[in-house]
Protein backbone atom coordinates (compact mmCIF):
# COMPACT_ATOMS: atom_id res chain seq x y z
CA UNK A 1 0.00 0.00 0.00
CA UNK A 2 1.22 3.56 -1.12
CA UNK A 3 1.18 6.32 1.21
CA UNK A 4 2.60 9.92 0.72
CA UNK A 5 3.05 13.29 2.37
CA UNK A 6 3.44 16.58 0.32
CA UNK A 7 6.65 18.43 0.98
CA UNK A 8 6.45 22.18 0.82
CA UNK A 9 10.55 22.62 -0.29
CA UNK A 10 10.76 24.34 -3.22
CA UNK A 11 13.91 22.04 -4.36
CA UNK A 12 17.12 22.62 -6.10
CA UNK A 13 16.77 19.11 -7.36
CA UNK A 14 14.49 16.31 -6.18
CA UNK A 15 15.97 12.96 -5.13
CA UNK A 16 14.25 9.79 -4.26
CA UNK A 17 15.70 7.58 -1.69
CA UNK A 18 15.38 4.21 -0.83
CA UNK A 19 15.51 1.96 2.26
CA UNK A 20 13.93 -1.65 3.45
CA UNK A 21 16.34 -2.97 5.72
CA UNK A 22 17.94 -1.76 8.91
CA UNK A 23 21.63 -0.87 8.05
CA UNK A 24 20.15 1.12 5.18
CA UNK A 25 18.37 3.04 7.84
CA UNK A 26 21.73 3.74 9.70
CA UNK A 27 23.37 5.09 6.08
CA UNK A 28 20.25 7.30 4.90
CA UNK A 29 20.02 8.63 8.31
CA UNK A 30 23.71 10.12 7.50
CA UNK A 31 22.86 11.23 4.59
CA UNK A 32 19.65 12.54 5.65
CA UNK A 33 21.40 14.63 8.39
CA UNK A 34 23.98 15.81 5.87
CA UNK A 35 20.67 17.07 3.39
CA UNK A 36 19.18 18.88 5.95
CA UNK A 37 23.02 20.63 6.96
CA UNK A 38 22.91 21.68 2.85
CA UNK A 39 19.93 23.05 2.95
CA UNK A 40 20.15 25.68 5.24
CA UNK A 41 23.13 27.10 3.69
CA UNK A 42 23.02 26.22 0.00
CA UNK A 43 20.24 25.68 -2.08
CA UNK A 44 17.21 23.03 -1.47
CA UNK A 45 17.52 19.29 -1.85
CA UNK A 46 13.99 17.53 -1.35
CA UNK A 47 14.76 14.17 -0.67
CA UNK A 48 11.91 11.49 -1.01
CA UNK A 49 12.08 9.20 1.43
CA UNK A 50 10.78 5.72 0.47
CA UNK A 51 10.49 2.72 2.47
CA UNK A 52 9.60 -0.89 0.57
CA UNK A 53 9.05 -2.62 4.06
CA UNK A 54 11.36 -5.47 3.64
CA UNK A 55 12.00 -4.63 7.35
CA UNK A 56 8.88 -4.40 8.84
CA UNK A 57 9.10 -6.01 12.33
CA UNK A 58 8.94 -2.85 15.25
CA UNK A 59 12.45 -3.81 16.01
CA UNK A 60 14.04 -4.17 13.19
CA UNK A 61 12.26 -1.52 11.26
CA UNK A 62 10.22 1.54 13.12
CA UNK A 63 12.39 1.85 16.51
CA UNK A 64 15.28 2.27 14.04
CA UNK A 65 13.28 5.50 12.26
CA UNK A 66 12.78 7.07 15.85
CA UNK A 67 16.42 6.59 17.40
CA UNK A 68 17.79 7.89 14.08
CA UNK A 69 15.57 10.68 14.00
CA UNK A 70 15.28 9.69 10.40
CA UNK A 71 12.01 11.49 8.83
CA UNK A 72 8.99 9.75 8.35
CA UNK A 73 8.68 8.11 4.49
CA UNK A 74 6.88 9.86 2.34
CA UNK A 75 6.20 6.15 1.02
CA UNK A 76 6.08 3.06 2.52
CA UNK A 77 5.50 0.05 0.47
CA UNK A 78 4.23 -2.75 2.39
CA UNK A 79 6.76 -5.10 0.46
CA UNK A 80 7.10 -7.52 3.49
CA UNK A 81 8.54 -11.39 3.25
CA UNK A 82 8.91 -13.41 0.43
CA UNK A 83 11.73 -15.29 -2.18
CA UNK A 84 14.37 -13.23 -3.34
CA UNK A 85 12.62 -13.08 -6.93
CA UNK A 86 8.90 -12.02 -5.23
CA UNK A 87 10.16 -9.44 -3.08
CA UNK A 88 12.68 -7.96 -5.46
CA UNK A 89 9.50 -7.70 -8.34
CA UNK A 90 7.20 -6.29 -6.00
CA UNK A 91 9.38 -3.52 -4.92
CA UNK A 92 10.51 -2.97 -8.34
CA UNK A 93 6.63 -2.53 -9.12
CA UNK A 94 5.31 -0.39 -6.68
CA UNK A 95 8.89 1.54 -7.10
CA UNK A 96 8.25 2.46 -10.44
CA UNK A 97 5.15 3.96 -10.00
CA UNK A 98 6.58 6.41 -7.16
CA UNK A 99 9.42 7.44 -9.69
CA UNK A 100 6.89 7.98 -12.27
CA UNK A 101 4.99 10.26 -10.03
CA UNK A 102 7.75 12.22 -8.39
CA UNK A 103 9.96 12.39 -11.18
CA UNK A 104 13.62 13.03 -9.13
CA UNK A 105 16.95 13.99 -10.55
CA UNK A 106 18.40 10.85 -8.87
CA UNK A 107 17.76 7.65 -7.19
CA UNK A 108 19.93 6.96 -3.89
CA UNK A 109 20.00 3.73 -2.79
CA UNK A 110 22.33 2.09 -0.05
CA UNK A 111 23.99 -1.46 0.29
CA UNK A 112 23.19 -4.99 -1.18
CA UNK A 113 19.70 -5.87 -0.41
CA UNK A 114 16.54 -6.86 -2.70
CA UNK A 115 15.79 -2.89 -1.92
CA UNK A 116 18.67 -1.85 -3.66
CA UNK A 117 18.25 -4.00 -6.56
CA UNK A 118 14.95 -3.00 -7.51
CA UNK A 119 15.27 0.39 -6.97
CA UNK A 120 18.21 0.96 -9.26
CA UNK A 121 16.28 -1.07 -11.87
CA UNK A 122 13.50 0.65 -11.52
CA UNK A 123 15.55 3.66 -12.13
CA UNK A 124 17.40 2.50 -14.65
CA UNK A 125 13.91 1.69 -16.44
CA UNK A 126 12.65 5.22 -16.23
CA UNK A 127 15.97 6.43 -17.32
CA UNK A 128 16.60 8.07 -14.22
CA UNK A 129 20.37 8.13 -12.59
CA UNK A 130 21.29 5.80 -9.55
CA UNK A 131 23.79 6.84 -7.17
CA UNK A 132 24.74 4.05 -5.21
CA UNK A 133 26.18 4.41 -2.10
CA UNK A 134 28.95 1.30 -0.35
CA UNK A 135 29.51 0.71 -4.35
CA UNK A 136 32.32 -1.35 -5.00
CA UNK A 137 32.23 -4.19 -2.74
CA UNK A 138 33.07 -7.49 -3.38
CA UNK A 139 32.98 -10.75 -1.67
CA UNK A 140 33.29 -12.88 -4.86
CA UNK A 141 30.87 -15.67 -3.64
CA UNK A 142 27.69 -15.24 -6.19
CA UNK A 143 25.88 -17.66 -4.34
CA UNK A 144 25.29 -14.78 -2.11
CA UNK A 145 22.32 -12.72 -3.06
CA UNK A 146 24.01 -9.61 -1.71
CA UNK A 147 26.97 -10.62 -3.99
CA UNK A 148 24.39 -10.60 -7.49
CA UNK A 149 22.15 -7.14 -6.12
CA UNK A 150 25.23 -5.00 -5.45
CA UNK A 151 27.38 -6.43 -8.97
CA UNK A 152 23.91 -5.13 -10.95
CA UNK A 153 23.07 -2.57 -9.25
CA UNK A 154 27.00 -1.22 -9.74
CA UNK A 155 26.79 -1.69 -13.56
CA UNK A 156 23.38 0.24 -13.41
CA UNK A 157 24.81 3.06 -11.04
CA UNK A 158 25.97 6.48 -12.53
CA UNK A 159 27.18 7.87 -9.49
CA UNK A 160 28.93 5.25 -7.64
CA UNK A 161 30.03 6.07 -3.61
CA UNK A 162 32.83 3.29 -2.54
CA UNK A 163 33.54 3.39 0.43
CA UNK A 164 37.36 2.46 0.29
CA UNK A 165 40.21 2.19 -2.01
CA UNK A 166 39.79 -1.30 -2.50
CA UNK A 167 36.00 -0.84 -3.57
CA UNK A 168 37.36 1.26 -6.26
CA UNK A 169 39.88 -1.35 -7.44
CA UNK A 170 37.54 -3.78 -7.41
CA UNK A 171 34.99 -2.17 -10.05
CA UNK A 172 38.83 -0.99 -12.66
CA UNK A 173 38.90 -4.71 -12.55
CA UNK A 174 35.28 -4.70 -14.05
CA UNK A 175 35.81 -1.82 -16.17
CA UNK A 176 33.81 0.58 -14.16
CA UNK A 177 35.72 4.01 -13.94
CA UNK A 178 34.99 7.79 -14.23
CA UNK A 179 33.92 8.61 -17.86
CA UNK A 180 31.41 7.26 -20.10
CA UNK A 181 28.57 7.93 -18.19
CA UNK A 182 29.72 6.69 -14.64
CA UNK A 183 31.07 8.89 -11.63
CA UNK A 184 33.20 6.70 -9.31
CA UNK A 185 34.18 8.61 -5.78
CA UNK A 186 36.23 6.95 -2.68
CA UNK A 187 34.19 9.31 0.21
CA UNK A 188 34.37 6.64 3.27
CA UNK A 189 31.92 5.18 4.73
CA UNK A 190 28.58 6.35 5.77
CA UNK A 191 28.24 3.80 8.60
CA UNK A 192 31.76 5.54 10.32
CA UNK A 193 29.46 9.01 10.22
CA UNK A 194 26.78 6.81 12.11
CA UNK A 195 29.04 5.38 14.69
CA UNK A 196 30.78 8.63 15.81
CA UNK A 197 27.81 10.55 16.05
CA UNK A 198 25.35 7.64 17.93
CA UNK A 199 27.58 5.79 20.35
CA UNK A 200 27.89 8.72 22.41
CA UNK A 201 24.12 9.05 22.48
CA UNK A 202 23.94 5.02 23.51
CA UNK A 203 26.32 5.61 26.27
CA UNK A 204 23.62 8.44 26.94
CA UNK A 205 20.60 6.46 26.64
CA UNK A 206 20.70 2.94 26.29
CA UNK A 207 20.36 0.87 29.66
CA UNK A 208 20.75 -2.83 28.00
CA UNK A 209 23.81 -3.80 29.46
CA UNK A 210 22.24 -3.57 33.06
CA UNK A 211 19.47 -4.58 31.65
CA UNK A 212 21.17 -7.95 30.65
CA UNK A 213 22.72 -7.99 34.10
CA UNK A 214 26.31 -7.50 31.88
CA UNK A 215 27.87 -4.86 33.98
CA UNK A 216 30.54 -6.46 36.49
CA UNK A 217 30.64 -5.38 40.20
CA UNK A 218 33.92 -3.68 39.74
CA UNK A 219 33.03 -1.34 36.67
CA UNK A 220 30.08 0.62 35.68
CA UNK A 221 31.39 1.44 32.42
CA UNK A 222 33.00 -1.41 30.68
CA UNK A 223 32.88 -5.41 31.18
CA UNK A 224 34.68 -6.88 28.04
CA UNK A 225 33.50 -10.56 29.74
CA UNK A 226 30.91 -11.19 27.25
CA UNK A 227 30.69 -12.20 23.48
CA UNK A 228 28.43 -10.53 21.09
CA UNK A 229 27.02 -13.12 18.07
CA UNK A 230 24.77 -11.90 15.48
CA UNK A 231 23.82 -14.59 12.64
CA UNK A 232 21.06 -13.87 9.92
CA UNK A 233 22.41 -14.74 6.52
CA UNK A 234 20.77 -16.99 4.74
CA UNK A 235 24.05 -19.31 3.71
CA UNK A 236 24.17 -20.16 7.21
CA UNK A 237 20.12 -19.50 8.90
CA UNK A 238 18.47 -21.86 5.86
CA UNK A 239 21.56 -24.50 5.73
CA UNK A 240 20.88 -26.87 8.74
CA UNK A 241 24.36 -28.31 9.30
CA UNK A 242 26.02 -24.56 9.28
CA UNK A 243 23.54 -23.31 11.70
CA UNK A 244 23.54 -26.42 13.55
CA UNK A 245 27.58 -26.23 13.81
CA UNK A 246 27.72 -22.37 14.42
CA UNK A 247 25.35 -22.75 17.44
CA UNK A 248 27.65 -25.39 18.52
CA UNK A 249 30.69 -23.11 18.66
CA UNK A 250 28.69 -20.33 20.52
CA UNK A 251 27.27 -23.10 22.97
CA UNK A 252 30.86 -24.24 24.07
CA UNK A 253 31.87 -20.84 24.10
CA UNK A 254 28.65 -19.83 26.19
CA UNK A 255 30.26 -22.29 29.42
CA UNK A 256 33.08 -20.29 29.86
CA UNK A 257 31.79 -16.83 29.13
CA UNK A 258 27.96 -15.58 28.67
CA UNK A 259 27.26 -15.23 24.42
CA UNK A 260 24.42 -12.94 23.48
CA UNK A 261 22.69 -13.65 20.50
CA UNK A 262 19.99 -11.11 19.18
CA UNK A 263 17.85 -13.38 17.08
CA UNK A 264 17.06 -12.17 13.68
CA UNK A 265 13.31 -13.64 13.01
CA UNK A 266 14.99 -15.56 9.91
CA UNK A 267 17.46 -17.48 12.29
CA UNK A 268 14.45 -17.60 15.46
CA UNK A 269 12.31 -19.44 12.58
CA UNK A 270 15.10 -22.13 11.54
CA UNK A 271 16.27 -22.77 14.81
CA UNK A 272 12.70 -23.74 15.59
CA UNK A 273 12.22 -25.34 12.46
CA UNK A 274 15.23 -27.43 12.44
CA UNK A 275 14.99 -27.97 16.61
CA UNK A 276 17.90 -26.84 17.44
CA UNK A 277 17.27 -24.68 20.18
CA UNK A 278 19.21 -27.18 22.55
CA UNK A 279 22.51 -26.54 20.42
CA UNK A 280 22.14 -23.12 22.01
CA UNK A 281 21.67 -24.47 25.57
CA UNK A 282 24.68 -22.20 27.35
CA UNK A 283 23.64 -19.23 24.88
CA UNK A 284 21.34 -15.93 25.49
CA UNK A 285 18.87 -15.76 22.89
CA UNK A 286 17.30 -12.23 22.65
CA UNK A 287 14.86 -10.42 20.75
CA UNK A 288 16.48 -8.13 18.10
CA UNK A 289 18.10 -4.78 19.59
CA UNK A 290 17.70 -1.17 18.69
CA UNK A 291 20.48 0.53 16.99
CA UNK A 292 21.69 2.24 20.44
CA UNK A 293 21.65 -0.93 22.32
CA UNK A 294 23.53 -2.78 19.60
CA UNK A 295 26.30 -0.23 19.46
CA UNK A 296 26.50 -0.55 23.70
CA UNK A 297 26.57 -4.27 23.37
CA UNK A 298 29.74 -4.22 20.47
CA UNK A 299 31.59 -1.35 22.20
CA UNK A 300 31.66 -3.13 25.80
CA UNK A 301 32.06 -6.73 24.01
CA UNK A 302 35.16 -9.06 24.94
CA UNK A 303 34.76 -9.97 21.15
CA UNK A 304 31.90 -10.29 18.33
CA UNK A 305 31.10 -13.30 16.20
CA UNK A 306 29.05 -12.31 12.89
CA UNK A 307 28.19 -12.77 9.64
CA UNK A 308 26.93 -9.32 8.65
CA UNK A 309 29.20 -6.94 7.15
CA UNK A 310 28.08 -3.91 8.96
CA UNK A 311 28.81 -5.55 12.63
CA UNK A 312 32.29 -6.22 11.16
CA UNK A 313 33.26 -2.90 10.56
CA UNK A 314 31.53 -1.80 13.52
CA UNK A 315 33.74 -3.79 15.64
CA UNK A 316 36.87 -2.66 13.99
CA UNK A 317 35.38 1.03 14.58
CA UNK A 318 34.83 0.39 18.17
CA UNK A 319 38.46 -1.71 18.06
CA UNK A 320 36.58 -5.01 19.38
CA UNK A 321 38.31 -8.62 17.95
CA UNK A 322 35.69 -9.85 15.22
CA UNK A 323 35.38 -13.41 14.18
CA UNK A 324 33.48 -13.96 10.93
CA UNK A 325 31.12 -16.93 10.42
CA UNK A 326 31.36 -16.58 6.74
CA UNK A 327 34.44 -18.14 4.22
CA UNK A 328 35.03 -14.42 2.25
CA UNK A 329 34.49 -11.00 3.90
CA UNK A 330 33.76 -7.69 1.44
CA UNK A 331 35.89 -5.88 4.21
CA UNK A 332 39.36 -7.69 3.64
CA UNK A 333 40.81 -4.48 4.88
CA UNK A 334 40.21 -5.63 8.26
CA UNK A 335 41.45 -8.95 8.05
CA UNK A 336 44.66 -7.89 6.61
CA UNK A 337 45.18 -5.17 9.21
CA UNK A 338 44.60 -8.33 11.76
CA UNK A 339 41.10 -6.92 13.46
CA UNK A 340 39.23 -10.06 12.25
CA UNK A 341 39.36 -13.62 11.55
CA UNK A 342 37.34 -15.77 9.12
CA UNK A 343 36.12 -18.58 10.38
CA UNK A 344 33.33 -19.88 8.53
CA UNK A 345 30.81 -22.27 9.79
CA UNK A 346 32.53 -24.94 11.57
CA UNK A 347 32.79 -25.33 15.11
CA UNK A 348 36.46 -26.22 15.99
CA UNK A 349 37.27 -23.45 13.59
CA UNK A 350 35.20 -20.67 14.98
CA UNK A 351 36.83 -21.75 18.37
CA UNK A 352 40.16 -21.57 17.40
CA UNK A 353 39.12 -18.09 15.68
CA UNK A 354 37.92 -16.86 19.32
CA UNK A 355 41.10 -18.61 21.13
CA UNK A 356 43.54 -16.60 18.48
CA UNK A 357 41.93 -13.13 19.30
CA UNK A 358 43.25 -13.74 23.25
CA UNK A 359 40.18 -11.50 24.35
CA UNK A 360 42.34 -8.16 23.55
CA UNK A 361 41.66 -5.06 22.85
CA UNK A 362 43.22 -3.70 19.45
CA UNK A 363 44.61 -0.11 19.20
CA UNK A 364 42.50 2.40 17.64
CA UNK A 365 42.80 2.56 14.15
CA UNK A 366 44.81 5.95 13.02
CA UNK A 367 44.68 4.87 9.21
CA UNK A 368 41.80 6.20 8.02
CA UNK A 369 40.81 3.19 5.66
CA UNK A 370 37.22 4.32 5.83
CA UNK A 371 36.90 7.80 5.87
CA UNK A 372 37.00 10.87 8.28
CA UNK A 373 33.45 10.55 9.73
CA UNK A 374 32.12 13.04 7.05
CA UNK A 375 31.11 10.75 4.53
CA UNK A 376 27.41 12.43 3.96
CA UNK A 377 28.20 15.78 3.71
CA UNK A 378 30.91 14.45 0.78
CA UNK A 379 28.51 12.64 -1.20
CA UNK A 380 25.42 15.52 -0.67
CA UNK A 381 28.56 18.23 -2.06
CA UNK A 382 29.05 16.37 -4.68
CA UNK A 383 25.88 16.08 -5.73
CA UNK A 384 24.95 19.15 -5.54
CA UNK A 385 27.84 20.26 -7.66
CA UNK A 386 26.81 18.10 -10.29
CA UNK A 387 23.52 18.93 -10.25
CA UNK A 388 24.57 22.67 -10.48
CA UNK A 389 26.85 21.81 -13.75
CA UNK A 390 23.82 20.20 -15.08
CA UNK A 391 21.81 23.45 -14.47
CA UNK A 392 24.27 25.48 -16.06
CA UNK A 393 25.14 23.45 -19.14
CA UNK A 394 20.73 23.10 -20.12
CA UNK A 395 20.29 27.38 -19.12
Known amino acids: MLSNKKSSLSPFFKMVTIVGARPQFIKA???????????????????????TGQHYDYLMDRVFFEELGLPRPHYHLGVGSGSHGKQTGV???????????????????YGDTNSTLAGALAS?????????????????????????????TDHLSTYLFCPTAQAIQNLLKEGV?????????????????????YSKLAEQKSTILKDLSL??????????????????????????????????????IGKKYPVILPLHPRTKKMISVHRLSKEARHVKLIAPVSYLNMLMLEKHARAI????????KEAYWFGVPCVTLREETEWVETVRRGWNVLAGAETDKIIR???????????????????????????????????????????
Do not use: C, W
Open 29 to 51: AAVSRAIQLSNEKKRKIQEILVH
Open 177 to 197: RNGKGKIVKNVGDVMYDSILY
Open 305 to 312: LTDSGGVQ
Open 91 to 109: ILERTETVLQKERPGVVLV
Open 353 to 395: GVKSLGGKKFLKDSMGLFGDGRTGEKIIRIMTSLQMMKHQNMS
Open 215 to 252: LTPNSQLRTPNYYLATLHRAENTDDPKRLKSILKALNE
Open 124 to 152: AKLNIPVAHVEAGLRSYNHRMPEEVNRLL
